[in-house]
């Protein structure tokens, strides 16, 4: 099993160092059950992983290698379950302020993106009617 190597300085007395590998050791834990809550291990390059069917090796990297290839809008929902987890929400109502979270998302892109889409059908449409002259002085 991945082991993220833990280092020390010199100057730490061994109950520091103790403290300090129960840390890390703690944040591969919670990186390694973030990324099998996600089903990473299914996509995984690593046989073990899949043959285990959990992260059994690199869970940092697997998690920063599949993480950024879920949709935004994804992203979105999780982290909304997440933050309403925290604020307490259970089942349903977790679910719910999820979807809201990503509504609140989609509607923000769709926002900004029809400013965008306005301006550049006006253009298209100003183009067309009036061809510029265009010279080409290099091959």
């Known amino acids: 099993m991945f082991r993220t190597k833990v280092t020390f300085?010199?100057?730490?007395?061994p109950e520091q160092r103790?403290?300090?590998?129960a840390h890390w050791r703690r944040h591969d834990d919670t990186r390694r059950a973030q990324c099998n809550m996600l089903g990473f291990w299914r996509?995984?390059?690593?046989?073990?992983?899949r043959r285990n069917r959990t992260c059994s090796h690199d869970m940092h990297a697997c998690f920063e290698r599949h993480w950024a290839l879920i949709p935004e809008d994804d992203k979105e929902w999780i982290r909304g379950a997440i933050?309403?987890?925290?604020?307490g929400a259970t089942g349903d109502a977790a679910a719910r302020a999820?979807?809201?979270?990503?509504?609140r998302y989609l509607r923000s892109l769709d926002a900004r993106s029809t400013p965008v889409m306005?301006?550049?059908?006006?253009?298209?449409?100003?183009?067309?009617?009036?061809?510029?002259?265009?010279r080409i002085r290099r091959l």
Do not use: I
Request: aromatic share 0%.
């Open 9 to 13: 300085t010199e100057r730490q007395t």
């Open 43 to 49: 996509v995984c390059a690593r046989p073990v992983c």
């Open 83 to 87: 933050l309403a987890a925290r604020d």
């Open 18 to 21: 103790r403290a300090h590998a």
């Open 98 to 103: 999820a979807d809201s979270r990503r509504d």
């Open 118 to 134: 306005l301006a550049s059908s006006s253009a298209a449409t100003d183009e067309s009617a009036s061809a510029p002259d265009v």
